[in-house]
């Protein structure tokens, strides 16, 4: 019992290297929340018109390959 203890603490400690400390990590959220709210007011506006953008792109793209005859026998 005691070997499976050291080879999962061992396993386990270079893992901890790749996790920021909690102190980090409150300050990052904290500056992920703020660019969220910074951008959603551009990502409002601009999601219309994507949407907009790519419905126009794929009909021309769906128009064109219909009027094809390629798959007609």
Do not use: C, K, W
Not at 16 to 24: A, D, F, K, M, Q
Not at 62 to 71: A, L, R, W
């Amino acid at each position: 019992m005691l070997q499976i203890f050291f080879a999962v603490a061992f396993s386990a400690v270079p893992l901890t290297l790749y996790l920021p400390p909690i102190r980090s990590l409150n300050l990052f959220v904290e500056t992920l929340e703020d660019l969220f709210r910074q951008t959603s007011v551009y990502t409002l506006r601009t999601y219309p018109r994507i949407r907009v953008a790519l419905s126009r792109i794929f009909n021309s793209i769906f128009s064109s390959s219909s009027g094809n005859n390629f798959y007609h026998n």
